[in-house]
């Protein structure tokens, strides 16, 4: 099942790479947030009782408003016939429609794989603070999930997922 706030997640993700191809620059903050935010989904999904996960989703569907707001805003130079399509597509994800699917796979740390992302998964060999792996993920625009205390997913841009693994890779080393 895919709730309203991933689909929004998805028709801007859709409408950052249309815009992206069409020329038009995309605020430097808006690539990491969109990851924030899909791991803020991610996570709920996983335990949408947990009322930390309940307010990380609020606050995640506000930011997916603010940055709709900016990126229509960029769509209206190319005219109100294409921001319109895009309207409608998002009225259509908040009514809890699917207006996109994420890309099926049988392998279990690929299926919540954004679009057009490359992945990484770490295994441990001791828990690790999550707040460390955290903020190298903020740094590089890199979506984060955990799976358990010693197995991390990373989702991003093969560079900057490249780059954040070797960032990483002291961690490697620990224990």
Known sequence: MSLPSEQNWLVLH?????????????????????GLIRSSISSYKRDPSHPDLINS??????????????????????????????LDLLKQAMKGEEVFEFADSRSRFL???PPGLTTGRINLRVPLAEERVQEIAEWNGLIIE?????????????????FGLKEMGSFFLEG
Not at 70 to 86: M, P
Not at 146 to 162: A, N, R
Request: proline residues 3%.
């Open 111 to 113: 299926a919540n794989t």
């Open 14 to 34: 859709h409408l950052i790479t249309d815009l992206n191809q069409k020329g038009y620059e995309i605020p430097k903050g808006i690539n990491p947030e969109m």
């Open 57 to 86: 989703l609020a606050k995640a569907e506000m930011s997916l408003n603010n940055i709709q707001g900016t990126l229509l805003t960029i769509a209206e130079e190319e005219g109100e016939e294409y921001t319109d399509h895009w």
């Open 146 to 162: 955990f799976d358990d205390d010693v197995t991390v997913e990373l989702h991003g841009d093969k560079k900057d997922l490249q």
